[in-house]
């Protein structure tokens, strides 16, 4: 059980807990997902971790299909800059491995915002704490648990 599902099921909302045989080889995680677990694309989301002025992490999450604009989510976040975070720090930052951070149970609580278009949908797919392992639940319950905004962050 990673962090992820536990902050969900410690949490009692209504989530589901989704597996799939990752490929090493697949180019884009959520794309990958998507795919194995045979929902759209347009629902399953992506955890970034970004650095904004200042130094401080935060978490974007958006729809695997769209880019993140770092001006929106800084924006969102009230800071003047963004930039994606440093690969070799995310791990220590959050506890999880690229391809497989969740923005539910996390090390530490980072700010975190939530594309807008989440809104739209009855469940979204996060990853679940390791690849290969997502988490479906309503996009107000993930806003709720991680405290997020929502805000226009995905191109």
């Known amino acids: 059980m990673t962090p992820g599902v536990l902050a969900a099921r410690r949490a009692d909302v209504d989530y589901a807990v989704h597996e799939y045989d990752h490929d090493p080889k697949a180019g884009s995680y959520g794309l990958e997902a998507a795919e194995k677990l045979g929902v759209d694309p347009a629902a399953v989301f992506k955890t970034l971790v970004i650095e904004l002025d200042g130094g401080e992490a935060a978490v974007a999450v958006l729809p695997v299909l769209r880019n993140l604009d770092l001006k929106a989510a800084a924006a969102a976040l009230d800071a003047k800059k963004a930039r994606m975070g440093d690969p070799k720090k995310i791990q220590r930052i959050t506890g999880y491995i690229l391809g497989g951070v969740s923005p539910l149970g996390q090390k530490k609580a ?41 805000a226009a962050i995905g191109r």
């Open 110 to 150: 980072l700010r975190t915002v939530i594309d807008e278009t989440a809104r739209t949908l009855e469940r979204i797919y996060v990853s679940g704490g390791r690849r290969g392992l997502d988490i479906s639940l309503p996009p107000a319950d993930l806003a709720e648990l991680t405290r997020a905004g929502y």
